[in-house]
């Protein structure tokens, strides 16, 4: 039986050097979100934030002529190597791609250069916020502007200084063993990294970074990021939590298939492989709604990719960072195999930690 695949949303973690603006940079994309409810606005998910394709054309970035597939981008909400290098897939990162924010009045710092790293020996693809833009002295700010548009509005000693720090960055990347240049001089990214100067505190070239990673996705994953809907649902557990009147729950990024209430499910526990049932799927309510008591909307099923708690009995001693696979016709005895030959994986990536 021939499966229709589609390509779902890339998954995307934030990284680079304490203090650079990673957190700003993620609050700053979500705060963009909230006003609205209307369909294609961003939403919150478990763990992490849906920035759909309309969301980032009505932004304006530079790409948006740029034919597109990809459903849009879900932000992994906690930054960093450490959740990029222990939220794994099938042995691989869950990131499909990362954005390395630095400061581009420090340039490269211990940290930015190991997020390089990290990146290059996972084969990930990813983009360089050139960040904190806004405290170039005599800076003009042109709030939530996508570059260009704020970069024709400095002055010249202005334009000068921000493209002597890009080439710095560029000098600093080369030295590293990567070509890169300003994101809107670049017309190959294979061959390219992108630099996309923004600011976290005023949104400025927020639209450009978002459509890059677009761009990125498009031309250089989208075979990897086909999948079934209709497939039995994979994930990577988060967190394991507690939750008062649903008892121990796990916060998931579901990142193949679809899963659905009811469903038996795989997961690894501290010293065993646990084999339960999927009791109930929680989303985060719209912030529109904040007033009602319950703090989790409950859906019948979800679609990858997606944050997603699930309840389920028997979850203590589940571990973060766990597989998470349904099991569908038949297939149990491969899916528990699974799941113990990837949770070795991580047990020994958490070592390395
Ligand atoms: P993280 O450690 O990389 O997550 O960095 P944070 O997002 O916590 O940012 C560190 C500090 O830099 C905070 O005080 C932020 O308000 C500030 N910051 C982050 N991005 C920008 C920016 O684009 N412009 C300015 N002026 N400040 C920023």
Known sequence: MAKQSTIRTPIVCVMGHVDHGKTSLLDRIRGSSVVSTEEGAITQHIGATLVPIDAITRMGGALSKVSVNVPGLLFIDTPGHHAFTTLRARGGAL????????DINEGFRPQTIEALQILRNYKTPFVIAANKIDRIPGWRVQGNQPFLKTFAQQNERVQGMLETKVYELVGKLSDLGFNSE???RVSDFARNICIVPTSALTGEGLPDILMVLIGLAQRYMTESLKVSA????AGTVLEVKEERGLGMTL????YDGNLKVGD???????????ETKVRSLLKPRPMSEILIEERFERVKSVTAAAGIKVAAPKLDGVIAGSPLQAVRGGNRDEVIERVRHEVQDIEVNLSDV
């Open 95 to 102: 990131a499909d791609m990362a954005i390395v924010v630095v």
């Open 182 to 184: 300003r994101f809107d």
């Open 230 to 233: 209709e497939g039995p649902g």
């Open 251 to 254: 916060d998931v990024i579901l």
């Open 264 to 274: 038996e499910i795989v997961v690894a526990g501290n010293d065993q492989i646990i």
